[in-house]
């Protein structure tokens, strides 16, 4: 029996569809990196227009921006909470806006982990 191949055009339509599907998982995957960054930054811009924030979102910025950046973020610490806002602590705000607009390429988002990490 021969085996039938399927035509040209069928053959590019297929690829041009995974290729498709690819680049739609890419740009979810990036909206969720980016989604993220600003769930975390609005806390600083909170921070910066005087609205008191949850020690525990504060935190939770904090740790995710130090495992991604290299920014110093001003904060106190204690025994029970890892850091907790100061009032300098809105001034990390900017220098982690000119990191993201440096650095944004390098983060992706991982599935496995339900997170974003850094691409070196």
Known sequence: MKKKELPFHLAALSSLLLLQLACHDANRGQEKVELAWRQHEKIFIDLRNGKDVKAADFNEACL???????????????????????????????????????????LYWNEASMSVKLRN
């Open 64 to 106: 995710f921006f130090s495992q991604l950046t290299d920014v110093e973020i001003p904060s106190s610490h204690n025994l029970f909470v890892d850091c907790y806002p100061t009032n300098e602590s809105y001034k990390a705000l900017e220098p982690l806006r000119g990191w993201y607009s440096r650095n944004h390429y390098r």
